[in-house]
């Protein structure tokens, strides 16, 4: 199973973005190749004609579904709404977990892998344990700077490897992939289902009848394909593992403490709000 995680956002103070999200879209290896075609096949089709600039070449949704793309620009339009029908036909399942912007920036080092890299990896694992127990999940993340790129892989390792929850995940191949970007369609599925995925949450469509507004409409109606993936779990003692949940901003870790890696919990997260089926 390819796993193809990308983010919205970054849960630091001064990101942007109110509710940053990190989501996985989950492939089978079956299907990589005829979903990687169709949209090299859609791209050719509607933006063939079109000179994209360097940024644009890479494929991000703030280029492509940004207000300005989505109700002034007819091709780039036609590109995201030829993508989320296509991407609604094949079998993609979803996982992620909307953050609330921390106001003190969150501990990076190496020994540390953060809380909402381990909620997403404990709903890959159960996924991957209750539907394709005798498979791997192979972790794909986009490239960062190198610097960057070593202290995640580091922390990654050390989660993996030393702390309880991460020894007990049988069915993730412990060492991730880092990609570019501009290169891998299933780092851009994922970037641009948690875009839509952070608008959604960050303008409390959930239950909204969207009136006048032509663009939030859009990102609605993206956001429910992309909801429309997910799975839920049942932990067995009633409480629910939601697909997509919601982690408040205290539950970060802002520090190392002595044996922290070792002894990692997985906590409860808030749940996730589906939104209603019109």
Same mark, same amino acid.
């Given at each position: 199973?390819?796993?193809?995680?990308?983010?919205?956002?970054?849960?630091?103070?001064?990101?942007? =973005?109110? #509710?940053?999200?990190?989501?996985?879209?989950?492939?089978?290896?079956?299907?990589? *190749?005829?979903?990687?075609?169709? +949209?090299? $096949?859609? #791209?050719?089709?509607? +933006? /063939?004609?079109?000179?994209?600039?360097?940024?644009?070449?890479?494929?991000?949704?703030?280029?492509?579904?940004?207000?300005?793309?989505?109700?002034?620009?007819?091709?780039?339009? $036609?590109?995201?709404? /030829?993508?989320?029908?296509?991407?609604?036909?094949?079998?993609?399942?979803?996982?992620?977990?909307?953050?609330?912007?921390?106001?003190?920036?969150?501990?990076?080092?190496?020994?540390?892998?953060?809380? %909402? !890299?381990?909620?997403?990896?404990?709903?890959?694992?159960?996924?991957?344990?209750?539907? !394709?127990?005798?498979?791997?999940?192979?972790?794909?993340?986009?490239?960062?700077?190198? *610097?960057?790129?070593? =202290? &995640?892989?580091?922390?990654?390792? @050390?989660?993996? @490897? #030393?702390?309880?929850?991460?020894?007990?995940?049988?069915?993730?191949?412990? @060492?991730?992939?880092?990609?570019?970007?501009?290169?891998?369609?299933?780092?851009?599925?994922?970037?641009?289902?948690?875009?839509? +995925?952070?608008?959604?949450?960050?303008? %409390?469509?959930?239950?909204?009848?969207?009136?006048?507004?032509?663009?939030?409409?859009?990102?609605?109606? &993206?956001?429910?394909?992309?909801? /429309?993936?997910? #799975?839920?779990?049942?932990? /067995?003692?009633?409480? =629910?593992?939601?697909?997509?949940?919601?982690?408040?901003? =205290?539950?970060?870790?802002?520090?190392?403490?002595?044996?922290?890696?070792?002894?990692?919990?997985? $906590?409860?997260?808030?749940?996730?709000?589906?939104?209603?089926?019109?």
């Amino acid at each position: 199973m390819l796993v193809f995680i990308d983010e919205s956002g970054h849960p630091r103070p001064g990101d942007p =973005t109110k #509710k940053p999200v990190l989501l996985a879209a989950c492939i089978k290896e079956s299907d990589a *190749g005829r979903l990687f075609r169709s +949209l090299f $096949a859609l #791209k050719r089709e509607v +933006l /063939g004609t079109m000179t994209l600039t360097r940024e644009e070449e890479e494929g991000k949704a703030k280029d492509f579904m940004n207000r300005h793309a989505i109700t002034k620009h007819v091709q780039k339009r $036609a590109y995201a709404e /030829g993508f989320f029908e296509m991407a609604n036909d094949f079998d993609i399942t979803v996982f992620a977990i909307v953050m609330e912007r921390p106001e003190k920036p969150p501990y990076e080092g190496p020994e540390l892998l953060q809380c %909402h !890299h381990r909620y997403l990896f404990d709903r890959v694992e159960r996924f991957m344990a209750e539907e !394709h127990p005798d498979h791997m999940a192979l972790p794909i993340y986009d490239a960062l700077d190198p *610097g960057t790129t070593r =202290t &995640f892989a580091a922390s990654f390792d @050390s989660f993996m @490897s #030393k702390s309880a929850p991460g020894r007990a995940m049988k069915h993730i191949v412990p @060492s991730p992939l880092f990609v570019d970007s501009a290169l891998t369609p299933g780092i851009q599925i994922a970037d641009r289902f948690a875009y839509v +995925l952070r608008l959604y949450e960050e303008h %409390h469509l959930q239950g909204k009848k969207i009136v006048g507004d032509p663009y939030l409409a859009v990102v609605n109606r &993206f956001a429910k394909i992309v909801w /429309g993936k997910t #799975k839920s779990y049942d932990r /067995g003692d009633g409480f =629910t593992i939601h697909g997509i949940s919601r982690i408040a901003a =205290t539950r970060f870790d802002y520090e190392l403490r002595p044996g922290m890696a070792a002894g990692l919990a997985i $906590a409860d997260d808030e749940a996730g709000v589906e939104p209603p089926e019109e």
